[in-house]
């Protein structure tokens, strides 16, 4: 794979597409397919806004470290020396090799594999051999890259100036998260999945449940059907009723137990999000096959299993549902017009033993099955809008209208970004 | 794989390089391996062509489908509650997954997996959950795609307004055709192989036998040398003279038998094709290894196995050759510059019982492995043409002259569609 | 992969990123991931410079030839009739087949395999069925490449007129590589790999031992680190001096005995070169796990094992090191932006019997280890390079001064090839 540098930018061609978005409908096709939108893509979008890449309880001790790469940007994520949590460019300053090749590790230094030239925790250089008098050390630190940490999930942005909404995204969002105590988790499983789509199809089956009673038989064991909105009907009426008050009921628990559980909606924010704490069906415990628990010892100061979900997105790349037990988070990292890594954790409180307190295979059942069922769904709408015969769709004002949130969202933020250029 | 709806089109160059192509000669490079000129063909030959995909008897029931993607299209072939065979783009009309992604299928309705909006087997939009007050079915059929049986073989065009002379091949090729009764064939064994090389060299190849003696030892077994065309040379008279006695009485016995034989060439119609009844040699009855039959129950209504083969060519992408006992069909799908599908079917009579009327290993070797020997001269011929010192050769006049008859119905065609635009 | 004749070629962009190229630091990102670079490059450099392909002892006989592909190139080398080497363009004139598809063979005449036109040794068309009265052989000869043997080593160049000064480097290193007796050599391995990276971060690689230290545990063992060059200490002068001894006893030594050894450096000439004998460490014989010779028979009129290591390097994509019993030989073909292929060949006497006289696994150890850890380090500065983070970074005046060598001749042989169009 290559970056082109000094490719033909048709960026009016760009602004005209931009421009003449349908809003209620799906996008036109070159969104998902062109070469030119996926690196406009990642030049406006994930190169100016916070990008979720990592939980801090991945980095518990100083020089514990993770990488992840946002387009063709290698990241590194440390923990320094004074238990802060910094990011660089995973970039030596020499030659330009990648300084750390592991997803995940721990060093005293950063040492270049190539020719040796080493960093400490703060990005200082301080050493690099066979250079002349004269070399200024301190002109070759490892370049920063700015991080936030909202209650130990970690947003990296590129830009020199990023969005400063973020910090109303972290006071309103820290008293949701901070009960689950994320420090205070461990990773219990990860896994990568490449999905054969473009990552804007990733995020719109994300962003409703229509599909779900259809698609996804494990994931609706849990979820209660009234929870995915729909279009009004008398017969279900009495239904809703019902499951507003449990709702109404469970909130009335919950913030009593400190768990905040009422609904922010702040998606047309530069650092869009959306929040809320919904009950789960049947036991209501967990996102598991049976509803229960998957993890015997609850997260931080949680004393009741029955603590719903807090589910939470974030504009343009990421989910996580908190539930009393365990911790899922997601996070989606374009890779081409047509390919976009889905990566998936599960948490559990860093004491519970594998085996003991929870069983791997339990944990992740839910939530991989369900990742399976939506890749196939991005990969048919792939092939599908590829098609001359393509044309955008109406969405449900019922059951898409948090998908036309994502996609003015982006059509918004493209328009800031051409605008910016 | 991407398709750029906004990608910089270097029109003039690919007129220029049309306009310069030499009559008798192979074509220029750039044919053979540029994507602009690949993303031509598509829209140029491929979308405003009829393609030939599939046969009748795939799909002998109402809700059995296949499907199929020429280029970036995915189409949808059905038999309908009519028992009409129609074709529709493949494509949901909400968010635009593909609506059937299995290759072959039976439906009652059509089901889009996404949202399970519900279309009949007619294209009509009968169901779609949460939409609003006021959304109207009706304008949410599928689109269209046109279609022709020509006696069981499956043409289907992508264009508007579709090349009218379909209906003289249809109107000349019938009386040829139906006497093998397609409708009452299945399809006994499928091989589907992608060649490392442009379209062009697949079809080119196919257009000659200059390369049969030296490449193809199964095959040659069934083919009389003389059929194939020649240098003259005073040594062949009298063995050419024997053939063509052989060709006269072999026409006219099976033209008494109601088996049209005479050769009609119309390979310059934009909806060109060429078609001829040729004895085969030893046995004479079919192309396989002993040149017996490789079904014992014959087709229709023939009585003699000793019926030679019946090609038939069509521009742009397929062959066939009809046999007493069975028929060989292949399509020609282009894929990128340099990988094309190659899809061959070998269809026997419906009641034919495998293992007590054929085997399938004696019915497919033949051409099995001729297209494995021909996909090596293709790959070949592409890593040649992609050569600097590559030039346009000439065709000899005696054994390429319907690979002349190819290439410039494909110069005329794209000149055709520079012009329309 | 495809070729494309008719793309928009942003030249000036190219110019521009010449021009302001930084002499002493690494090279702007789109030199080492830019397709239209890659581009550049085979024209500019791979298209017009002696490339460095193969070795004479690989076709001792008549008919004997080796195939090679620079770039999309498909070059033909071969022995003819008379004993003398030459190259063709492997591409039939005919239909632009490839003649011969493998890497070695033995032939009588060239016959096409796609409709058997036949070339003698000398590239004349001596067959070709089915052409027409008046079809002129002599006008559809092979076309002919530019070939040059240095005692053995094969260089082969695809401009209509070639760097002249290839002759003073054959007449400058004849004497030096004659000694070894290329012709009475044989392939004794052969090891093909491909780095995920730019060639020239293959080349920069090769041309410094800055790295070796941290990353080659094999080579290091025969190699004085003296040898690398390394910044002044004071503490290093005795150590120098020692050094130094050896190399001017070794040279004398070596120099007695028939064996040139002061270094030549003409990296800056187009034909650009450097040569030098340098003694080895330990046992002194040869690159070996513990320094001793790894073939029992020693090459040409050589009697002494202890004959140090005769290294030569050339522009743009070879190297070679040749020992008293066994030459190792290197040659590198860029592939696309960010793939090269590293081919290497191991020689020894033709008379040295395996398992006799040597062991394959010990005569490739420590260059098989060493290219293996090469190419991580290449693909780890590729990963590193793309990122928008990157910016040349210095090279070191004592140990990377030949990178600087090879980046500016590069640069200059780009600015001239821009220049001449």
């Not at 936030?148 to 998260?177: H, R, S, T, W």
């Not at 890594?341 to 003991?356: C, Q, S």
């Not at 929870?358 to 944990?363: K, S």
């Not at 369900?370 to 709408?381: A, F, I, K, M, P």
Request: aromatic letters at 10%; a negative charge; glycine letters at 6%.
């Amino acid at each position: 794979m290559q970056q082109s540098a000094i490719t033909f930018q048709p960026v009016h061609k760009l602004r005209e597409l931009v421009a003449r978005r349908q809003p209620g409908h799906s996008l036109e096709a070159p969104f998902y397919n062109s070469q030119e939108v996926f690196e406009a893509d990642l030049k406006y979008i994930f190169q100016r806004h916070w990008i979720y890449v990592a939980v801090a309880a991945e980095i518990p001790e100083p020089g514990d470290y993770v990488t992840v790469e946002i387009g063709k940007e290698p990241i590194l994520i440390l923990r320094d020396d004074d238990m802060q949590i910094k990011a660089f460019h995973n970039v030596c300053r020499h030659r330009g090799s990648r300084l750390c090749a592991d997803e995940k590790g721990s060093v005293g230094n950063l040492v270049c594999p190539y020719h040796q030239w080493t960093y400490n925790l703060a990005g200082k250089l301080i050493f690099a051999d066979h250079m002349p008098e004269g070399f200024d050390l301190t002109h070759h630190s490892l370049k920063p890259v700015h991080l936030k940490n909202l209650e130990g999930l970690l947003f990296v942005c590129l830009a020199d100036e990023p969005p400063a909404d973020i910090d109303q995204m972290l006071e309103q969002m820290g008293p949701y998260i901070a009960p689950h105590q994320i420090e205070n988790t461990k990773v219990a499983a990860q896994i990568d999945i490449i999905e054969a789509g473009n990552w804007k199809l990733t995020m719109e089956n994300n962003r409703e449940c229509y599909h779900c009673t259809g698609n996804h038989p494990e994931l609706t064991i849990s979820l209660y059907a009234y929870s995915y909105g729909f279009a009004p009907k008398a017969e279900l009426a009495a239904g809703l009723a019902n499951y507003e008050n449990i709702v109404k009921d469970s909130h009335a628990r919950w913030e009593a137990c400190g768990l905040p559980s009422a609904e922010i909606e702040k998606l047309s924010d530069v650092s869009g999000f959306r929040t809320m704490r919904m009950p789960l069906d049947r036991k209501g415990q967990s996102q598991t096959m049976d509803t229960g628990a998957a993890c015997k010892k609850l997260l931080g100061d949680i004393k009741d299993a029955d603590s719903g979900g807090l589910s939470f997105w974030t504009q343009p790349n990421s989910w996580h549902h908190f539930m009393a037990d365990h911790i899922v988070t997601f996070t989606v990292l374009p890779l081409s017009p047509d390919t976009t890594l889905v990566r998936t954790k599960w948490l559990v409180h860093k004491d519970a033993v594998e085996g003991v307190d929870y069983d791997v295979a339990n944990l992740t059942r839910v939530w991989n099955a369900t990742n399976g069922q939506d890749r196939h769904l991005v990969e048919e709408s792939q092939v599908g809008v590829n098609s001359s015969a393509y044309r955008p769709g109406p969405y449900s004002p019922y059951t898409e209208e948090l998908v036309e949130k994502f996609t003015s969202w982006y059509i918004g933020r493209m328009e800031a970004g051409l605008e910016q250029g």
